[in-house]
């Protein structure tokens, strides 16, 4: 089945420091990828649309040009948390659909915890 | 977007049958119902989809009638390690490879000994 791949699947890092995230898909590939936030006992918030060859779509109230995401190909998007705060802490997650028929589910990363010192 | 409405919380036993039911009223004609399972620290899981009637796989079945206002995800013969949280979700057709997912609270499934 398809799998998605995220890495690292844990960061400890001081405030200030720039985490980069990676998701990739290894045996499909995806025009499109979606990242996600999911606090302490909480859903998972939908923070972006990550597009292969142009600008990701973020979701209202998420920060553009704090969350960098970057699509350079159809098995690769990065998610760049910049300058972060204690307050970015969080369970990062991304995911994507296999290509195929419209209803294709969606195959999630194994997520990542960000814990800002 | 359809909006989903489960129980917060269920408790169980091992080896007994689980039901979880989720409400979707104004779920639209070309939606899919989709259900994931998350454990602490992970990414959710596909369990299983249905657009009508019944689906079956090897871990689940969903059973959704007529009116499709809901659907009741079952797990037969549960297991300790059955233990998480279980999304709904309704999807719109080729919304699931176009846009990302609307998670609602889910429901926090507890298995005992």
């Given at each position: 089945?398809?799998?998605v791949s995220q890495h690292?699947?844990?960061?400890?890092?001081?405030?200030?420091?720039?985490?980069?995230?990676?998701?990739r898909s290894l045996d499909f590939q995806a025009t499109t990828m979606f990242w996600y936030r999911q606090f302490p006992k909480q859903s998972l918030m939908l923070m972006a649309t990550?597009?292969?060859g142009s600008k990701a779509t973020y979701e209202q109230g998420v920060?553009?040009?704090?969350?960098?995401?970057?699509?350079?190909?159809?098995?690769?998007?990065?998610l760049t948390v910049t300058s972060a705060h204690p307050e970015?802490?969080?369970?990062?997650?991304?995911?994507?659909?296999?290509?195929?028929?419209?209803?294709?589910?969606q195959h999630f990363g194994d997520g990542t915890r960000l814990s800002i010192l | 977007l359809a909006k989903t409405t489960?129980?917060?919380?269920?408790?169980s036993y091992e080896g007994q049958e689980v039901n979880i039911t989720c409400?979707?009223?104004?779920?639209?004609?070309?939606?899919?119902?989709?259900w994931y399972q998350q454990f602490p620290s992970q990414g959710p899981r596909f369990i299983i989809q249905g657009y009508k009637t019944k689906v079956t796989n090897e871990v689940a079945s969903l059973f959704i009638p007529a009116d499709r206002k809901s659907s009741t995800l079952s797990l037969p013969r549960v297991s300790l390690s059955d233990t998480a949280v279980y999304y709904c979700l309704v999807e719109s057709n080729g919304r699931g490879g176009a846009d990302g997912l609307t998670f609602g609270k889910g429901t926090h499934l507890i298995i005992q000994p």
């Amino acid at each position: 089945g398809a799998v998605v791949s995220q890495h690292p699947s844990r960061v400890i890092c001081k405030s200030g420091t720039s985490v980069k995230i990676e998701c990739r898909s290894l045996d499909f590939q995806a025009t499109t990828m979606f990242w996600y936030r999911q606090f302490p006992k909480q859903s998972l918030m939908l923070m972006a649309t990550s597009n292969e060859g142009s600008k990701a779509t973020y979701e209202q109230g998420v920060e553009k040009d704090k969350f960098l995401i970057n699509h350079a190909s159809l098995t690769l998007s990065t998610l760049t948390v910049t300058s972060a705060h204690p307050e970015d802490s969080s369970f990062y997650i991304c995911s994507a659909s296999a290509p195929g028929d419209s209803n294709q589910p969606q195959h999630f990363g194994d997520g990542t915890r960000l814990s800002i010192l | 977007l359809a909006k989903t409405t489960q129980p917060i919380s269920m408790d169980s036993y091992e080896g007994q049958e689980v039901n979880i039911t989720c409400s979707h009223n104004n779920i639209a004609t070309n939606d899919y119902i989709t259900w994931y399972q998350q454990f602490p620290s992970q990414g959710p899981r596909f369990i299983i989809q249905g657009y009508k009637t019944k689906v079956t796989n090897e871990v689940a079945s969903l059973f959704i009638p007529a009116d499709r206002k809901s659907s009741t995800l079952s797990l037969p013969r549960v297991s300790l390690s059955d233990t998480a949280v279980y999304y709904c979700l309704v999807e719109s057709n080729g919304r699931g490879g176009a846009d990302g997912l609307t998670f609602g609270k889910g429901t926090h499934l507890i298995i005992q000994p």
